[in-house]
């Protein structure tokens, strides 16, 4: 059985965002103990912050100024490559801090890509790296959960979210973990269910809101039905938008069309279910 290690209390200053780090484990966690690279973070013009060769799992905390008792963990997305950090991550937090949500986003690992792997390699490289990055997803849950009071969070009350590559790690913590570690609700943002750990549908209610674009040149919006099937099968809370047009990965990108709108879909979705009123003192 792995060890699972927090660093209690230990929070770090991000330079860039100038937003508390906390380190998932403190010291190099079970899988990637001989992982001797380093994290590199690039600003691209169109995007943001673009972080890969993550070897430190951690999380980001935003904190809103009045919180609700809500709390999301975000998992952006990258192909299991690089991180899309502030398109996919730092903008969605801070949307929600607006609600008066608690916003985590997670860094989890990645494979490395200096040099830059291709092929096979990459197949196999990718392969092995899901289950550690989906290990760090559950450990992100256990985490927020175990310290609810200190964020004036409702642990019954702590979402998952993830795009594309995080949406993948997003379905495999909520098809594979127990009690401690479920999300009481999910959000597969363009997600790809192929390579998804685990399959099975959770017993205790967990809503599911889903976002994908009809025109995604990777063909994901099969995917995002296929999960939606599921939930509905299993009698589970799902609500589901396929825009025509975003292509794949928008995430707050503005486009002028319709799915530019999309948070504002799931911030009334998040308010149907309770998530954004303010917990009784």
């Known amino acids: 059985m792995k060890t699972f290690i927090l660093v209690i209390g230990l929070f770090l200053t991000f330079s860039l965002s100038a937003q508390e780090v906390v380190q998932l484990y403190n010291s190099r966690p079970s899988g990637s103990e001989n992982w001797d690279w380093s994290e590199k973070t690039v600003n691209d013009p169109g995007v943001g912050a673009v972080v890969s060769q993550v070897t430190d799992p951690s999380l980001t905390i935003y904190r809103p100024s009045k919180p609700n008792g809500t709390a999301i963990i975000i998992a952006p997305g990258g192909a299991f490559r690089f991180l899309s950090f502030d398109l996919e991550g730092t903008t969605v937090a801070k949307r929600l801090n607006a609600e008066g949500i608690t916003a985590f986003v997670l860094k989890y690992r990645l494979i490395k890509t200096d040099p830059t792997p291709v092929g096979k390699e990459l197949d196999s490289m990718t392969a092995a790296v899901i289950p550690l990055a989906v290990e760090d997803g559950v450990n992100a849950m256990k985490y927020v959960r175990s310290h609810s009071k200190d964020f004036a969070i409702d642990p019954n009350r ?70 939606y099937s599921k939930w509905l099968e299993a009698g589970q809370p799902a609500e589901f938008h396929a825009y025509e047009r975003g292509g794949h990965g928008f995430g707050t990108r503005p486009q002028n069309l319709p799915v530019d709108n999309w948070m504002s879909l799931l911030v009334d979705w998040l308010n149907m279910h309770h998530f954004v009123e303010q917990v009784s003192k």
């Open 158 to 227: 702590i979402g998952f979210m993830g795009f594309s590559a995080g949406g993948t790690v997003t379905m495999s913590v909520v098809y594979t973990t127990n009690p401690e570690s479920h999300p009481n609700f999910v959000m597969p943002i363009y997600g790809y269910s192929k390579a998804v750990i685990g399959n099975k549908v959770p017993e205790a209610k967990t809503p599911i809101f889903i976002v994908v674009a009809s025109d995604d040149p990777y063909k994901f919006a099969p995917h995002s039905l296929e999960i």
